[in-house]
């Protein structure tokens, strides 16, 4: 077989209840959280060669003669696990860096999944292929991260995940109406903040508080998850301004769960872009750095503003289909 099959993952957007999916919490307690998958893609290709080698291409370059030997973790776990034979290529391509809070980690692990699974000619369920990006990354590697970014990446669209004490999983897709969707399209906007970070520094810190139940923290990701379920309900019934209300009141509740979520230059563009026509806000992901997002109607006055804050702006569509197989 000479075909190249290439695999994409979406990357995601938290909108509710983000750090309730780590298992140190839901185990517990069960977690709840809202996210929505974004058209900006983790590409993963493979393709058989001649040489009895694997030969990988990510930020670096590997050439290797076994599985054993490549020193990407993830790669060298997907590998491995599936019995893949060296003589394949692996190149990874992203529309957006990691370290930025979009879960490019999770979807990454997922889009490396689709592509063996079609190496191999086996066929895997979504949500067998997002719980296996779970166990490699949480389990096998041992992050101190959730089960969100892979099961967001996976199913994609707008979604309701309930993370369960047992470990399983359950994915509702939001009822939102096309007025509802399209406002959200339009009216929110996405920003990097220049800074990026290793989700795990982050929320080892929470991992380690919460599985010393530690009363603040556990407080503060029981408020998280009841605001999750109400981001839901606001989305749900169309009621935009008050998702971008509670959106401001997640990022006020974040704020105080590390002392590393945020920095200075953070903070202030948070607050040119809430006197500029921010109707409300937060950090995407684990803290620290990425993506500021902003529900707005004034679109021009707050380009404007974070232009001259430095800001990037993203533009985006959400993605309703998932991780996928674009060429086989």
């Given at each position: 077989?000479?075909?190249?099959?290439?695999?994409?993952?979406?990357?995601?957007?938290?909108?509710?209840?983000?750090?309730t999916?780590?298992?140190?919490?839901?185990?517990?307690?069960?977690?709840?959280?809202?996210?929505?998958?974004?058209?900006?893609?983790?590409?993963?290709?493979?393709?058989?060669?001649?040489?009895?080698?694997?030969i990988?291409?990510?930020?670096?370059?590997e050439?290797?003669?076994?599985?054993?030997?490549?020193?990407?973790?993830i790669?060298?776990?997907?590998?491995?696990?599936?019995?893949?034979?060296?003589?394949?290529?692996?190149?990874?391509l992203?529309?957006?860096?990691?370290?930025?809070?979009?879960?490019?980690?999770?979807?990454?692990?997922?889009?490396?999944?689709k592509?063996?699974?079609?190496?191999?000619?086996?066929?895997?369920?979504?949500?067998?292929?997002?719980?296996?990006?779970?166990?490699?990354?949480?389990?096998?590697?041992?992050?101190?991260?959730?089960?969100?970014?892979?099961?967001?990446?996976?199913?994609?669209?707008?979604?309701?995940?309930?993370?369960?004490?047992?470990d399983?999983?359950e994915?509702?897709?939001?009822?939102?109406?096309?007025?509802?969707?399209?406002?959200?399209?339009?009216?929110?906007?996405l920003?990097?903040?220049?800074?990026?970070?290793?989700?795990?520094?982050?929320?080892?810190?929470?991992?380690?508080?919460?599985?010393?139940?530690?009363?603040?923290?556990?407080?503060?990701?029981?408020?998280?998850?009841?605001?999750?379920?109400?981001?839901?309900?606001?989305?749900?019934?169309?009621?935009l301004?008050?998702?971008?209300?509670?959106?401001?009141?997640?990022?006020?509740?974040?704020?105080k769960?590390?002392?590393?979520?945020?920095?200075?230059?953070?903070?202030?563009?948070?607050?040119?872009?809430?006197?500029?026509?921010?109707?409300?806000?937060?950090?995407?992901?684990?803290?620290?750095?990425?993506?500021?997002?902003f529900?707005?109607?004034?679109?021009?006055?707050?380009r404007?503003?974070?232009?001259?804050?430095?800001?990037?702006e993203?533009?985006?569509?959400?993605?309703?289909?998932?991780?996928?197989?674009?060429?086989?």
């Open positions: 077989m000479n075909n190249m099959i290439i695999t994409r993952a979406p990357l995601r957007l938290t909108f509710g209840g983000g750090g999916d780590l298992p140190s919490y839901y185990r517990k307690f069960g977690g709840e959280l809202v996210s929505g998958a974004i058209d900006k893609y983790i590409y993963i290709a493979v393709h058989r060669t001649f040489a009895r080698e694997f990988i291409k990510y930020s670096q370059f050439r290797v003669a076994s599985a054993k030997e490549v020193k990407h973790p790669i060298r776990e997907v590998l491995e696990r599936h019995g893949v034979e060296p003589q394949l290529e692996i190149v990874s992203a529309d957006i860096p990691d370290g930025t809070g979009l879960g490019s980690s999770g979807a990454f692990t997922v889009a490396l999944l592509a063996i699974s079609f190496y191999r000619r086996q066929s895997a369920l979504t949500e067998a292929i997002a719980e296996e990006a779970c166990d490699i990354e949480i389990n096998k590697l041992g992050q101190p991260i959730g089960k969100q970014d892979q099961y967001a990446s996976a199913f994609g669209g707008i979604t309701r995940f309930i993370f369960n004490k047992d399983t999983v994915v509702h897709p939001l009822k939102i109406s096309p007025d509802t969707l399209h406002s959200l399209e339009d009216d929110l906007l920003f990097f903040t220049g800074f990026s970070r290793s989700a795990g520094t982050v929320l080892s810190d929470q991992k380690k508080r919460s599985e010393s139940a530690d009363k603040e923290m556990l407080d503060n990701l029981h408020f998280t998850k009841e605001l999750g379920q109400a981001s839901c309900k606001a989305l749900e019934g169309g009621n301004n008050e998702f971008a209300r509670l959106m401001d009141v997640h990022w006020e509740n974040k704020r769960r590390s002392g590393g979520m945020t920095k200075s230059e953070i903070d202030k563009a948070y607050e040119v872009a809430k006197a500029n026509g921010a109707l409300g806000g937060k950090l995407i992901g684990a803290g620290g750095g990425g993506f500021l997002m529900y707005t109607r004034n679109h021009a006055a707050l404007a503003a974070m232009a001259k804050q430095g800001l990037e993203v533009r985006f569509k959400f993605d309703f289909e998932g991780a996928r197989a674009v060429s086989v």
